[in-house]
């Protein structure tokens, strides 16, 4: 095992995977003689060259174009947005072009694309820089969706996105860039569409992904002090979601806390209580408890944005709650 950030990495994940593969390369706004926004490419352009790693205006409609044309015609690009908010510029072509092509021709085309850059929230960054849109790209066919939580999952992952024949949306966080954590060494991918139990425990299971599960440690140690065990499942993909891995464990806790970082209206957490009501009703001790940001745009103010924030205060609570303490 090597301990590294968790751009690092990224950046380690596209370059093994372009060494092996001309025909992927990676596209996005200041990704080249910048090193990337957030230096997650850091290297990337002396390794590669401009022909692999390319720098492009300010104009994801454009680019995300570029790489859906360019994968249904043979290669396997990342495209980069500096933040998933810009995406809705490009959001056309991701969802009517990328994750519709194959059925719309018939099985002719493969769409072998990956669309990355950072979500939700990552400070003071205003309402229109601030949104988490998991549940957005999930909802469309066609799309998986990845949302790592630390650098070795995001790593094998990443592997895992480009190698595949769909195309796939990998969340990040501009707040998790520097997170620095236990990578194994060598080759590895970890499939998509396969949660991972963080934590075991007995009492709650409690659900969550990406940065905002960090909320959920800090929980969950404090809950121990006072004498609950807490299982903490990592979803590490909300597209495919990993059903069988939930219903497991909480047929062994009898009661569940979702935590993530969204709006509180037709989200994932909102997905998950579904299926978990519809197949494990019986198994269920308390309501399940999920919690969201607030129902508002993202605030400025650094008071306001922490109101507006989950944390581990509401994981406490919604755990004290189900179980009735």
Sequence with gaps: M???????????A????????????????????YNGAYKA???MLDEFGS??????PISELGFAGIGVGSAMNGNR???????????????????????????MSGGQFNCPIVFRGPTGSAGQLGATHSQAFESWFANCPGLKVIVPSNPADAKGLLKAAIRDNDPVIFMESEQMYGDKGEVPEGDYIIPIGVADV???GTDVTIISFGKIIKEAYKAAD??????????IIDLRTVKPLDYEAILTSV??????????????YGNVASEIIYHVQSNAFDFLDAPIEKINTADTPAPYSPVLLAEWLPNHEDVIRSVKKVMYK
């Design 2 to 12: 090597k301990t590294i950030q968790f751009r690092e990495a990224i950046c380690e």
């Design 14 to 33: 596209m370059s093994e995977e372009m060494r092996k593969d001309d025909s992927i390369y990676l596209m996005g706004e200041e990704v080249a003689e």
């Design 41 to 43: 490419s850091k290297g």
């Design 51 to 56: 022909d692999r790693v390319i720098d492009t």
């Design 77 to 103: 690009p990342i495209i980069e947005f500096m933040t998933f908010n810009f995406a809705l510029v490009g959001i056309d072509q991701i969802i009517n072009n990328a994750a519709k092509i194959r059925q």
């Design 198 to 200: 963080k934590r075991v």
């Design 222 to 231: 404090q809950l121990e002090k006072e004498g609950i065990s807490c299982e």
């Design 251 to 264: 047929k062994k806790t009898n009661r569940m806390v979702i935590l993530e970082e969204a709006w509180p």
